[in-house]
Structures are given as C-alpha cells and as structure tokens.
C-alpha cells in the first residue's frame, strides 16, 4: 500500500495494492494490520456506508460536531472529486481544503481524520461511493457548511450544469458561522 499526505499532512491518499490481470483485479481494501504499518494510525471503524449518485449530485461539506467521525473513502464504480476542509481552529490549516478524484479505475481511498467537514460531487453518469466511519451517524450532531463558501474558495471541477443539492445542503452555512472544533 502507498501512503500520500496531502498539503494538508493528516489527510492521507491510500493506494492499495492492485492486481489485474485478463480476468480482472484483485485488491484489499482494507486490513488493519497494513494500513497502521503504512500510516502509524489505527482507527476502530465502526460503520461503512454506501451511497449512489447521479451525475452532478453535490453532497457536503458535512461534518458532526459530536460524535466525530474519521473516514476512509473510497469509489468502486464512476468518478467523484472528493473534499476535504479542516475546521479544527487551532490548526495551521484551518479553513484550507484538499481534493482528489476517486474512481472505480485508480482504487484510490481518501483518508480524512475526524477534526474535518467532508464532501463530494459526482463527475461520472453515476458513482458508488463507500466510506468506513469512526462513530456512528448522529444526525443531532450533523452539520454543514455550504460547498461553495468563497472564504473556503474549494475549486470544484466543472460539470457543465449546476450541481443537484439536497435540501440540507442547500441550507449550508459560511464557515465563519458553523460551529467548529477547538
């Protein structure tokens, strides 16, 4: 497994070992063991989450200020840009972002450690998108802060079209008004 920090040092690319060969691949996703060798950290996951989306469907920049969740994130099928913003105040890096394109192709997984808000847009037809958590989902605790905050200023790609929001999202706040780690 490779181990990439991101300009952001907790925020880790992981890329698994892949094997292909004529009659397609093989590759561990995870296993506990390789990834604390690779990355000196050892998190206890708790829930893993699938989502599908369409094309253009913008989920984000959430984050629960409770029950802070790490995840480990990964696609098996389609393409998505995936973001993570650090909301920790004390951080030197507070308020800065990190993206990176998963595919189902490039096996890529996104480490993003609690202490961050999280989201992601669809660039493919559709995407399935699957995330290990740290604690488990506290909707009391959810929070969001809108995805396209200009004093974040996250460089989203371009989709041609104005990306699908829940209404949750919709409803994001600017980070200089979302509650935020100390």
């Given at each position: 497994?490779?181990?990439?920090?991101?300009?952001?040092?907790?925020?880790?690319?992981?890329?698994?070992?892949?094997?292909?060969?004529?009659?397609?691949?093989?590759?561990?996703s995870?296993?506990?063991?390789?990834?604390?060798?690779?990355?000196?950290?050892?998190?206890?996951?708790?829930?893993?989450?699938?989502?599908?989306?369409?094309?253009?469907?913008?989920?984000?920049?959430?984050?629960?200020?409770?029950?802070?969740?790490?995840?480990?994130?990964?696609?098996?099928?389609?393409?998505?840009?995936?973001?993570?913003?650090?909301?920790?105040?004390?951080?030197d890096?507070?308020?800065?972002?990190?993206?990176?394109?998963?595919?189902?192709?490039?096996?890529?997984?996104?480490?993003?450690?609690?202490?961050?808000?999280?989201?992601?847009?669809?660039?493919?037809?559709?995407?399935?998108f699957?995330?290990?958590?740290?604690?488990?989902?506290?909707?009391?605790?959810?929070?969001?802060?809108?995805?396209?905050?200009?004093?974040?200023?996250?460089?989203?790609?371009?989709?041609?079209?104005?990306?699908?929001?829940?209404?949750?999202?919709?409803?994001?706040?600017a980070?200089?008004?979302?509650?935020?780690?100390?």
């Open positions: 497994m490779k181990v990439t920090p991101t300009a952001i040092p907790e925020v880790l690319i992981i890329e698994p070992m892949v094997f292909a060969d004529a009659r397609g691949f093989f590759c561990e995870f296993n506990q063991k390789a990834f604390a060798d690779a990355t000196g950290l050892s998190p206890h996951f708790v829930q893993d989450n699938h989502s599908r989306s369409g094309k253009g469907v913008l989920r984000g920049l959430h984050y629960q200020i409770r029950q802070p969740q790490g995840k480990l994130m990964r696609v098996t099928r389609g393409a998505v840009f995936d973001v993570a913003v650090d909301i920790r105040k004390t951080s890096t507070f308020g800065k972002w990190v993206g990176i394109e998963l595919t189902g192709e490039n096996h890529r997984q996104f480490w993003v450690p609690a202490g961050f808000a999280h989201g992601f847009v669809v660039l493919s037809e559709s995407a399935d699957l995330y290990k958590t740290t604690d488990y989902y506290a909707p009391e605790h959810e929070r969001c802060i809108a995805w396209n905050d200009p004093e974040i200023g996250i460089e989203w790609p371009e989709l041609g079209c104005e990306p699908i929001l829940s209404s949750k999202d919709q409803k994001g706040v980070l200089a008004r979302a509650e935020a780690f100390v």
